[in-house]
């Protein structure tokens, strides 16, 4: 979008700053809510996929 205004004539570079910072919400700030069962699959899926590596498997 800058490089067309500049094309353009319409932006002057020398002034042209762009901020690449993106931010984000803790999980529990932005209202996210998980089923308790859901999570403790979750928990079990990452220990056993977890344990395979250490064992030098390849996941499913």
Known sequence: MIAEA???GQ??????SVDSTSARA???AAGMM???ELRETLERA?????GLL??????R
Request: charged share 35%.
């Open 6 to 8: 500049a094309a353009r």
């Open 11 to 16: 932006a002057e570079l020398g002034l042209v």
């Open 26 to 28: 803790h999980h529990h």
């Open 34 to 36: 998980r089923d308790p």
């Open 46 to 50: 990452v220990a056993e996929e977890k």
């Open 54 to 59: 250490q064992r030098g498997k390849t996941p």
